[in-house]
Nanobody, 115 residues
């Protein structure tokens, strides 16, 4: 059973930066599409960005130019670099890996953007 574990969340002031990590228990990231999602309190979980197996990235408009997804396949780890954070970025951030009918979720890490 593949397990994903996010880390790196915390409290940051508006305009600040954080880097989230998503570590996989197995080497799935080289063979799976990957992504970051987030869920704010009282809202539905939403997509933040995707990193395809081929290495292409895409982002939702609200984070374009501020967030960057990267990977280290040797470490089975995916990252989410978040810059110029805004209060509306406050949410629990989840990573996900998927291929065909299989998908794997982490338990999430809380990011709070507040002064």
């Amino acid at each position: 059973q593949v397990q994903l574990a996010e880390s790196g969340g915390g409290l940051v002031q508006p305009g600040g930066s954080l880097r989230l990590s998503c570590a996989a228990s197995g080497s799935i990231f080289s063979s799976h599409d990957r992504g970051w999602f987030r869920q704010a309190r009282g809202k539905q979980r939403e997509l933040v960005g995707i990193l395809s197996r081929g290495g292409r990235t895409s982002y939702v408009d609200s984070v374009k130019g501020r967030f960057t997804i990267s990977r280290d396949n040797a470490k089975n780890t995916m990252y989410l670099q978040m810059n110029n954070l805004k209060p509306e970025d406050t949410a629990v951030y989840y990573c996900k890996g998927w291929r065909g009918d299989s998908d794997y979720w982490g338990k999430g890490t809380l990011v709070t953007v507040s002064s």
